[in-house]
Structure formats: C-alpha cells, structure tokens
C-alpha cells in the first residue's frame, strides 16, 4: 500500500431482535462512510465496515473487530490516518487488572474490548502515525487507558439541558452482561474475566489475558503517566455518562446516535478545516441545544487537541478561533 494512505474501521452495533436493540448504529456507521469518501478523501476500499445485519460479510463480534483493528495499525506507516468509529452499546467494568472501573465496549457477542486493548493498539503505532477513535457509546471517556484528558469533566463545567428528549441509552449494565456470561459458562463467580476467558479463550480482551500487576511492587500502575502518543479519544459522553440512541427531526427522522449525528452537523455545517477540539466542543454545544445530557469529551496530547481532525498532524488550527 503507499504511504500517506488512509485507513478506517467502522462498526456498528444494532442488537437486533433482543432486548439491548438499538436502531440508529448501521445508520451512524454508514454516514461516517460517506463523510471519509466525500470529505476527507478515505478510499472506499480501505474502509472495513462491520455490522451486525443478516446480509453482513463480517459480523462485529469482539474477534473481528480486534482483528480488523489489528490489521489496520500492521499495515500503518509514518503519514498514515487511521480512524476508528464505533457505534453501539458500551459499559464499565471491574477488572481484576485494574484498580479502577474500566471503559469497554459491547460488541455484538459480548465480547468486551476494553480501555486495555485500545491502549495497546495505540502503543503499537508506527511514529508519526495518526489513530482517531469516535466512540459513541456509554462509558465511553477515557476509552484509551491513560489517555490525557483535554475535554472532559475535570476541564469544562457541565450545564444541564432544559428540552426533554425520548431517548435509549446505549448502555448494558455490568450486571447483566455478567448474568448473559454466567448462563453460558454455567461457572459460579462474579469475576467477569473468568466467564470472558472461558467462552473466548485466546480472542478475549488483553485486560483478562495480561498478568496481574501486583500492587506491593507496582503501587502506582494505573496512575503512571504516559509520554504523549498519537492516540486520539472523541468520545460521545463521559466516563459516568450516557449517550443517546434518538430520532431527531434535523437528521430527517432517521434513528442514529446523538454524538454521530452532532459530528456530522458540525462538519456540515463548516466546510474549513476543524481541530480535534473545535470539533468536539462544537458537538458539545449542538447537544446541549438538542436537550441531551451527554457532554462529548476529547482525549489526546497538547498536540493533537490542536491538530486538524484526520488531517496530517502537522496541520494545526488556531483552536479558539472559530468558537469565538
């Protein structure tokens, strides 16, 4: 393949025919396609899209999407884009790596990919290799471990919405992802690694497979910080936040994520080029207008909040010039 190329990853879940059915996950996805293709000049062969449709080529379970995610960072050179969107349910976990709750994200088979293996994508990028993440799911802030946080609860004050909106949150709670593992396995335990390891083995998220730290000898492991990466987290909520599944009237009435839908307005809306963070606070303001809760975060280094969204990193904007 050249270099300077382009790479994307999109997948959506929609859960059909079961209670965590979400409707607007194949019609984020596919918007996202023709954004890249129009855009930002993705070539539509380099683009792996992974739906859970009857008529899909490839399913998004948690193996298939490692494995889509794993063959677009090996095929990456310095100068390439690589961009990752997802669009389904999320939840956080206790993992018995961790001495915190931890994001992940609920494929089609349960098979949690979690903030662990984002991680380990992102460390293993060539230098000078770009990987933007668009996660809208719940849970979804801090979705790449130890990610700096640029927009979040810690560095913007969250308002309310006033306008009522009927929504579904694109959320599965721990516990009933731990009940669906635990009536397959039959095992009796609470530890949701055990169930993981034993229907998925080898595929299983990194967060199950990877040794313990041991916290006598390592006592600081999860609050270590990073030297700056080129991993970069948009991220349709925080951390303690839902995102919505909605219908909304300016996007025709068709079901979709409220975050995607806000990303694509935004880019609509303004044919110049956006920073990472302009992108993100204009979402965050088209939210707030809309009636949701959801506050979009961004996380990512000094550089990179400024860099231009899926631009060569190199081309940065002033970033508070088009919000003021």
Do not use: W
Not at 203 to 227: C, E, G, H, I, Q
Not at 252 to 278: D, I, R, T
Request: glycine share 6%; net charge negative.
């Amino acid at each position: 393949m050249e270099k300077g190329k382009k790479l994307a990853v999109l997948v959506g879940c929609n859960y059909p025919n079961t209670p965590n059915e979400l409707h607007g996950c194949h019609n984020d996805v596919r918007a996202s396609r023709d954004m890249l293709v129009t855009r930002f000049g993705f070539d539509p062969t380099h683009i792996e899209l992974l739906t859970d449709e009857d008529d899909s080529s490839m399913m998004p379970t948690g193996a298939n999407i490692i494995k889509a995610l794993d063959k677009m960072v090996d095929q990456a050179e310095p100068g390439d884009i690589l961009f990752f969107h997802y669009s389904g349910h999320g939840t956080l976990l206790n993992s018995r790596n961790s001495l915190k709750r931890e994001e992940a994200i609920v494929p089609c088979d349960f098979n949690l990919i979690t903030s662990v293996d984002f991680r380990h994508l992102v460390n293993r990028l060539s230098k000078g290799t770009s990987f933007t993440i668009l996660s809208d799911s719940c849970h979804s802030g801090g979705l790449i471990d130890k990610e700096k946080e640029q927009i979040g609860p810690l560095r913007s004050s969250n308002t309310e919405a006033n306008i009522p909106l009927v929504h579904k949150p694109k959320f599965i709670p721990f516990e009933s992802i731990l009940q669906h593992l635990s009536s397959l396995t039959n095992i009796n335990t609470s530890d949701i690694g055990t169930h993981l390891l034993e229907i998925f083995g080898p595929v299983a998220s990194l967060m199950f497979r990877l040794p313990r730290p041991d916290p006598v000898l390592d006592p600081n492991f999860s609050t270590k910080p990073l030297k700056p990466d080129e991993g970069i987290l948009l991220s349709g909520c925080q951390t303690d936040e839902t995102s919505a599944d909605v219908q909304i009237m300016e996007n025709g009435g068709k079901a979709c994520g409220a975050f995607s839908n806000a990303v694509q307005m935004v880019l609509k809306e303004n044919s110049g080029p956006l920073s990472n963070k302009q992108l993100v606070m204009m979402a965050r303001k088209i939210l707030k207008m809309q009636g949701f809760k959801q506050h979009p975060c961004l996380y990512c280094s000094d550089y990179n909040a400024d860099a231009i969204f899926l631009c060569q990193a190199e081309n940065r904007v002033d970033v508070f010039s088009m919000l003021n």
